[in-house]
């Protein structure tokens, strides 16, 4: 039944790991993002993808890497973890835009700590 | 580009009382601007959202409102209850030609029983 599911839910790492974090949605939406979410709760755009294809890259570090092998999943690959690093991230779907609307369905979230 | 302002950032009310959290934005053709809900541990969760052609739309116990003029818009909670209780934000659309929500920096509302 989970519309919009990631994995894990919990990650904690060393400076200087690379980790993944996955994401699936079984809405047959089109369009899927990532978001994070930082200690004071305000949530921001990193990235956007259309039918696999980046259509929003919000200056986010190229340490950051999503990839889409197609419209149900877009991981987030990260590099060389730092600190600040740590947050919340949070998937997103929506379906095709509709006269301007934009109803987006967001995951569970994935808690990063990066020790 | 589109910046959302939400205000307050937190808000304390008594079972049953009225809450309101107000927004502006910036870019004046944004046209569509949604409430999220987010409770402890889960993703923000859509409640009520309103279309630049309409100037109230209400769904229950909660009500939003947007004065294009004046680029703001609330939300109205009345008769609140515990489980009202989360983090709640606004958004806007900006006219990118791009499917993107701009939040606003959220409103912790507690009810207290």
């Known amino acids: 039944d989970t519309a919009v599911s990631q994995t894990p839910k919990y990650l904690v790492t060393q400076m200087g790991n690379d980790k993944s974090i996955k994401c699936e949605q079984n809405?047959?939406?089109?369009?899927m993002y990532w978001y994070k979410q930082d200690s004071k709760k305000f949530l921001k755009i990193m990235f956007s993808?259309?039918?696999?294809?980046?259509?929003i890259n919000e200056t986010v570090p190229n340490r950051f890497s999503p990839k889409s092998p197609d419209k149900a999943h877009l991981n987030l690959h990260i590099n060389s973890l730092e600190l600040g690093d740590s947050a919340v991230y949070f998937c997103?779907?929506?379906?095709?835009?509709?006269?301007?609307?934009?109803?987006?369905?967001f995951g569970a979230g994935t808690r990063l700590s990066v020790l | 580009g589109e910046n959302v302002e939400q205000h307050p950032s937190t808000l304390s009310v008594q079972e049953g009382d009225s809450a309101v959290i107000k927004c502006t934005y910036s870019?004046?053709?944004?046209?569509?601007f949604p409430w999220y809900k987010q409770e402890l541990g889960k993703g923000p969760q859509l409640i009520i959202d309103?279309?630049?052609?309409?100037g109230e739309k209400k769904d229950q116990r909660i009500a939003v409102t947007l004065n294009k003029t004046a680029k703001h818009f609330s939300l109205h909670i009345t008769e609140t209850q515990p489980e009202d209780s989360a983090v709640y934000f606004c958004?806007?659309?900006?006219?990118?030609?791009?499917?993107?929500?701009?939040f606003g920096t959220g409103t912790r509302l507690l009810v207290s029983p």
């Open positions: 997103a779907s929506s379906p095709r835009d509709s006269g301007g609307e934009n109803i987006q369905y």
């Open positions: 870019d004046s053709a944004s046209n569509y």
């Open positions: 993808y259309n039918n696999k294809e980046l259509i």
């Open positions: 809405l047959g939406h089109d369009t």
């Open positions: 309103i279309r630049s052609n309409v």
């Open positions: 958004a806007a659309v900006p006219n990118t030609g791009f499917q993107k929500l701009v």
